[in-house]
C-alpha cells in the first residue's frame, strides 16, 4: 500500500517553475523517497532519490524536509515534454530486498 | 540500447488463452520486478527476483500467473486461462543493489488485452 499522498493533478507554465508535493508522514528513518514518471504508455522513468538530505540532479531537484515527513519535486523550467504522470514513492524495506508502492500520482500538465 | 526491454509490446488475447512476456534486464542487475498497471492507477507490484531466486510475490499474483527467471538474466511471466480482468499493461524493472542505492529502471511494458 502506497506510503504516500500526492494532488491528482496540477498546471504549470512552461518555462515556470513546476513544484510537485508529496506528503510521507509515516517514513521510517531508513527509508527512502523515490520520484518517478512515466508519460502515456511508457513504463516509468527515475528521476531522482533521496533519504534526507536535498538533492539535485540533470533533471530536478528533490527538497526534503526535516522531519522527512514531506518533499517536494521541483523541475526548474517546466517544458511542454515535462507533461507526464509523477509518482512520489517511498522504497520499504522487506525480509528479501526493497518493494516500491505507488500511488496514483500527480499528473502534471505544463501549458504552452 | 541498454535498457530493460520487453517482448512483445502489444498482446491481443482471447479469453481462456495462455500468454507470455519476456522481460530483459539491464545486462548487470541481478534483481527483477514485475509490475501491473491499469488505467488510471500506479504500477502495483507481482513479484521480485534476486538472481534465479524468486523471493516475494503479492497476493495479486494468482495461480495462473508464474514467473521465471532460470539463469539469472531474462525473465517470463505467463499467465494461463487469461481473463478479461487481466487487461493490463505488464511492466518490468531491473535493479542493482550498491550500498543504500537500489533505484529500479522500468521497461517499456507489454500491453495485454483480453477479449
Known amino acids: 500500500d502506497a506510503k504516500t499522498t500526492q494532488p491528482p493533478s496540477m498546471d504549470c507554465a512552461e518555462g515556470r517553475a513546476a513544484n510537485l508535493p508529496c506528503n510521507h508522514s509515516?517514513?521510517?528513518?531508513?527509508?527512502?523517497v523515490y520520484w518517478y514518471r512515466q508519460i502515456h504508455s511508457q513504463g516509468p522513468q527515475y528521476i531522482i532519490h533521496?533519504?534526507?538530505n536535498n538533492e539535485t540532479n540533470e533533471m530536478a531537484s528533490l527538497i526534503i524536509t526535516e522531519d522527512r515527513k514531506s518533499s517536494t519535486l521541483i523541475l526548474p523550467h517546466a517544458t511542454l515534454r515535462d507533461t507526464a504522470v509523477y509518482y512520489c514513492?517511498?522504497?520499504?524495506?522487506?525480509?528479501?530486498?526493497?518493494?516500491?508502492?505507488f500511488g496514483t500520482g500527480t499528473s502534471l500538465t505544463v501549458i504552452p | 540500447d541498454t535498457g530493460v526491454s520487453q517482448n512483445p509490446r502489444h498482446k491481443i488475447t482471447k479469453r481462456g488463452q495462455n500468454v507470455t512476456f519476456r522481460c530483459d534486464p539491464i545486462?548487470?542487475?541481478?534483481?527483477l520486478y514485475w509490475y501491473r498497471q491499469t488505467l488510471g492507477q500506479g504500477p502495483e507490484f507481482l513479484t521480485y527476483?534476486?538472481?534465479?531466486?524468486?523471493?516475494?510475490k503479492s497476493r495479486l499474483l494468482s495461480d495462473r500467473f508464474s514467473a521465471e527467471r532460470p539463469k539469472g538474466s531474462f525473465s517470463t511471466l505467463e499467465i494461463q486461462r487469461t481473463e478479461q480482468g487481466d487487461s493490463a499493461m505488464y511492466l518490468c524493472?531491473?535493479?542493482?543493489?550498491?550500498?543504500?542505492?537500489?533505484?529500479?529502471?522500468f521497461g517499456p511494458g507489454t500491453r495485454l488485452t483480453v477479449l
Open positions: 524493472a531491473s535493479s542493482f543493489m550498491q550500498g543504500a542505492t537500489d533505484t529500479q529502471y
Open positions: 509515516t517514513i521510517s528513518g531508513n527509508e527512502y
Open positions: 533521496g533519504l534526507k
Open positions: 514513492i517511498v522504497r520499504v524495506a522487506t525480509n528479501t530486498g526493497n518493494q516500491f508502492y
Open positions: 545486462s548487470e542487475h541481478n534483481r
Open positions: 527476483f534476486q538472481n534465479e531466486a524468486q523471493l516475494e
